[in-house]
Every structure is written in C-alpha cells, then in structure tokens.
C-alpha cells in the first residue's frame, strides 16, 4: 500500500501550455512541469531558468568517458537516468526534459522521480554553468547572523539545522543545498528549497509524527518534512561555515576555527558535485572563487559524540561561540531578531 504522504510528490505529469514560476537559490524560474518542492513565484517575463519538455532529445555530439550516461557538447550537457528521464542542461539559461527513454515493460515513473533528478544533478549542474558556488549545506539564521553546517552524508547537517530551529527558535535558511553568487562584493547566500530531510531517529528525537510526511525516494527511513513557516526566505550574508565531524563516545565535544589551507580544504569539500563544476568553470577560476570566499567568512570544524539523547550537551562549544560573537557584533544580532 502507497504512503498517504505519496501524493504530495505528484505534480503535473503533462502541461501543455501551461507555466509555473517559482524563485529558488535567487533566481526566477518558470516551468513547463509543476515543482511543488520550490516557492511560488509572481509571473517572471524573463526569467533566469526555463525548465521545458519539448519532446524526445537526440544525442550530443560528445560522450564523457569519466561519467558514463553524460554527454558534452560546448555549453551543452545532458545526462541519462535510466529508466526515468533524459535532461539537457542548456547555457546555465534552461534544463529540457525528455522522459520518453527506455524502460522495462509495466514501469511506471512517478513524477516525483522525474522531479528529483531535476532539481538534483540538472538543476546542479545549471548552477555550476552559471559560474554560481553551490554549497552542500544545512544553514539557520542565528543571532549572530547565518551559519552553515557541511560535512560528510550522516555528519548531522540537517539535523543540527532542524535542532537549533526547533529548540531556540532560530529560522532556517536553507537545507542540502544552497548557492553563493559569483562575483559578489559579498558573500550572500541564496537558499535552495524550503525542505529538509530528516532520518526517522532526529525525528523520534524532535518528536515529529512522520505521518503524513513524504518519505525519501532512495532512503526508506529518510522523510522530507515541508517546513515552510520556519524558513526565512530572503538571502543573507553567510558568517560562518561549520563542518561537522563525528567523535569518539567518550570524546570531548570541541570546537576549532580554521584558517589558510585548511579552511580552503573544507570549502572545497562543501562544494556541491564539484566533479561536474569542474567541467564548465576552469581550475584557476574554481579555485579563486573558493579561496576568496575562505577570507570572506569565519570556518570550524565541530567534533561532536553522535548521541541524539545528550545533543543540548554536545553542543555546548557552538553554542558558547555563537554566544560569543553575538556579543561581539551587537549591530548584527539587533538586526536578526527583527
């Protein structure tokens, strides 16, 4: 028996002429397909992304011998899922989508599979031609202005994001993915979709019902709760990047601000899908980019024992540091709780 929480991922398998516009990582789109994971939008004339489906796309010209089902052509690329869809990414400007691909007889494709490639991999990859810094982050606004948590899948991004909004109030900015602009004079982050995407023990955890939430299409104990009253929308500039590291059980929680090469290492582990980013921007501009963002904002790495039962405990370290620079920077925290 399908989930009631199933019918959420719907949407509209065929449009016509209809159009749906939407704002994520701050940009406009408009859609031939219903998004109903980004936040509507009023009518855009020339919005920065289309998202269209002509019909069936032939080949590119070229085949990538390091990702197999991705082809390149100049400021062309599309890849293949099997079985779901093909989708060309097109000049940072459009992403088209074909789900008229082979696939085993009697195979139904819901739509929100078609969704999650697209607004996964497609739509990452229309960010890196953009020449945009997508970060794989969970973000809140604290009163010390917005910070970041990266690290490793299972570190705890969203869980710490959807804990610290959930016990002092703090709003949250972004989850899984959010995008730096390039050549900005400062480093204001965008949010992706007002969605996080808790495992079912952070739930437990928050006593959250998971009924009626929708359960993640390639995590069977994964629910993506739809929290937008606790989203603050608007791009703020980010303050400080936290990359979580897992401790030992009897370790002491520990917080350690970085610098140099090692603040740089972390951003550049934060990038989202830098492989594919490394296609459409050139080392030395890549490299540039991260390093000027590493001066920009202040970088730790937070160890913590993993233990949901003792989190207010283990946060201890973050919490002082946040606390400490609230203090520090008064203007910018009488400016967050506006």
Request: hydrophobic share 40%; charged share 20%.
């Amino acid at each position: 028996m399908n989930p009631p929480y199933g019918q959420e991922r719907r949407g509209r398998e065929s449009c016509g002429s209809a159009k749906y516009h939407y704002l994520s990582y701050g940009l406009s789109l408009v859609s031939e397909l219903e998004l109903p994971e980004l936040t509507p939008a009023q009518t855009c004339v020339e919005p920065d992304i289309e998202i269209l489906t002509p019909g069936q796309l032939g080949p590119l010209e070229e085949e990538s011998e390091t990702w197999p089902c991705l082809e390149l052509s100049g400021e062309r690329c599309q890849i293949l899922v099997q079985g779901i869809g093909r989708y060309r990414i097109e000049q940072g400007r459009r992403i088209m989508v074909d789900r008229r691909v082979p696939r085993d007889p009697g195979h139904q494709v819901a739509t929100g599979d078609v969704r999650l490639y697209l607004l996964g991999a497609a739509l990452g990859i229309l960010l890196h031609q953009r020449q945009c810094l997508p970060l794989h982050v969970s973000a809140v606004h604290t009163p010390a202005g917005v910070w970041a948590f990266t690290g490793e899948s299972g570190a705890g991004k969203s869980t710490m994001a959807a804990w610290l909004h959930k016990q002092h109030g703090w709003p949250l900015v972004s989850d899984d993915v959010a995008v730096i602009e390039p050549d900005a004079s400062e480093p204001v982050l965008h949010p992706g979709p007002p969605r996080l995407k808790l495992w079912q023990d952070a739930l437990a955890a928050m006593a959250i019902d998971t009924s009626g939430l929708m359960r993640d299409l390639t995590r069977a104990d994964k629910y993506h709760l739809n929290a937008q009253a606790g989203f603050r929308a608007e791009p703020k500039p980010l303050k400080v990047l936290v990359e979580l590291e897992r401790a030992e059980p009897d370790e002491a929680p520990s917080l350690v601000p970085l610098s140099g090469v090692e603040a740089f290492r972390v951003l550049l582990r934060a990038l989202y899908r830098a492989e594919l980013g490394q296609l459409f921007n050139p080392p030395a501009r890549l490299l540039t980019t991260v390093s000027a963002l590493a001066s920009q904002i202040q970088v730790y790495r937070f160890r913590r024992p993993w233990s949901l039962e003792r989190m207010d405990v283990g946060l201890g370290p973050l919490m002082q540091e946040i606390e400490a620079s609230r203090s520090a920077s008064p203007a910018v925290a009488a400016v967050n709780e506006r």
